[in-house]
């Protein structure tokens, strides 16, 4: 029997173990594959912490695929036990526990890591990040002590732990740098909407405010802010959302090409041949991606190359953000502002709590935002995927797929009449 292609996968979060399952479709039969993961789970759905985090999941229904899905699979899993090193020369990696495994193919979906503001008094206990199940479970313990809780970051992740943290009983301000939330998903009136919405629900907001310093000796006490009066507000815990950025530590480390993020090329190929990257930590065309459509679709074209079969080519994505902001339906796709040349489409009905702007140009939808109702959003994306032209149903555009479809009805039926 021939010896098996040996791939280790390091990173066992959401794109990486998509690829694999990809592969497994294609070649279940080509590789030895081993998986190294630094939590000591099995591969779980990262969308999915903020249910946990405010008590509607618990883990068990967050996992994706638990121990028993790699046993069955004949998939070697090293849990809790970190990647240090790639000996790119020996061709084999390190591991915290140390492990020296041998690879033939390598395939890097080493995610992102949280950006932690750079201020005095970020080593304090009480300062977490949101981006694991451990976070989730330290912002947990916080909150049984109650008290006051500081998220720094109004983007998602920084509005989810904030709801969260305030459904388990903790009086929560959202401390954000800019004077909107949420700025790359949305524009100021749908931001605006947002805010005054959270706020009813008990959130409070320091909006425009940079963090100067994590206040406290060997617990976090407050937070002080750079104005003018030195401000400052108490905490009990503070949680860092203040964005993301590509894990590529160790892909640099091992002296593979970065930029923003791992660089690689239409098939996932890093600048050597046996390794592939996948994910947040990747680097494609000078963009990186975080939402969850571009992931798959890149894990799917290395899968088809690690299998060999080597048909698909990633050319980039154009994304679409559909969210449920604590309960609330956003989304958002394209250029949403425009330029001088574009043109707004607006409808506003602030009673229901819902508003819709399309941006046009050239007949063309090149960005939407959607906010309180989002049933159209996928219709108005299929339009600018497609780049249609839209100035038949221009009139009832801003209403949606319905309106817009009973319109070309009763053109199509006059135009009968008329032929008759």
Not at 95 to 118: K, Q
Not at 238 to 264: D, F, S, T
Request: proline fraction near 3%.
């Amino acid at each position: 029997m021939d010896k098996k292609t040996r791939l280790i996968l390091i990173g066992n979060g959401m794109a990486g173990v998509r690829a694999v399952e990809e592969l497994l479709k294609i070649a279940p039969d080509l590789y030895d594959v081993t998986v190294f993961g630094t939590e000591p789970y099995g591969n779980y759905n990262r969308i999915l912490l903020s249910p946990l985090l405010s008590g509607e999941k618990s883990v068990d229904e967050i996992m994706t695929n638990p121990r028993a899905w790699y046993e069955e699979r004949s998939i070697t899993l090293h849990t809790g036990d970190t990647v240090t090193r790639i000996d790119r020369k020996r061709r084999n990696v390190h591991s915290e526990s140390g492990r020296e495994v041998p690879y033939d193919r390598l395939l890097l979906a080493t995610g992102s890591e949280p950006f932690v503001i750079p201020v005095p008094g970020v080593e304090l206990d009480g300062v977490i990040t949101f981006r694991d199940i451990g976070d989730v479970n330290a912002m947990l313990s916080a909150a049984q002590r109650g008290g006051k809780a500081v998220v720094i970051g109004g983007g998602l992740l920084g509005l989810e732990a904030a709801y969260g943290l305030h459904k388990r009983g903790m009086a929560v301000t959202v401390v954000h740098l800019l004077g909107r939330l949420m700025e790359r998903q949305l524009d100021p009136t749908a931001a605006e909407l947002l805010r005054h919405s959270l706020t009813q629900r008990g959130l409070r907001f320091m909006m425009g405010k940079q963090t100067s310093a994590i206040l406290g000796d060997t617990h976090v006490t407050g937070v002080r802010f750079k104005d003018a009066d030195d401000s400052e507000i108490e905490a009990d815990l503070v949680v860092m959302a203040a964005g993301i950025r590509p894990n590529m530590n160790l892909a640099r480390e091992a002296g593979l090409h970065c930029g923003k993020g791992v660089v690689v090329n239409d098939t996932m190929q890093t600048y050597d041949p046996r390794i592939y990257a996948v994910g947040e930590c990747v680097e494609h065309r000078k963009a990186t991606y975080g939402l969850l459509a571009p992931l798959w679709e890149q894990a799917k074209v290395c899968a088809s190359h690690l299998a060999q079969v080597g048909y698909g080519r990633y050319p980039g994505s154009l994304t679409a953000t559909q969210l449920k902001v604590t309960g609330i339906d956003v989304y958002s796709a394209g250029d949403f502002t425009g330029d001088e040349d574009s043109e707004a489409l607006v409808y506003k009905d602030i009673r229901r709590g819902v508003y819709k702007r399309v941006m046009l140009k050239n007949n063309r939808i090149t960005g939407a935002v959607l906010y309180g109702d989002t049933r159209d959003g996928g219709w108005y994306f299929r339009l600018m995927q497609a780049g249609s032209d839209i100035a038949a149903t221009r009139e009832h555009l801003i209403f949606g797929a319905a309106y817009a479809d009973d319109e070309q009805a009763e053109r199509s039926e006059e135009s009968l009449a008329a032929s008759a």
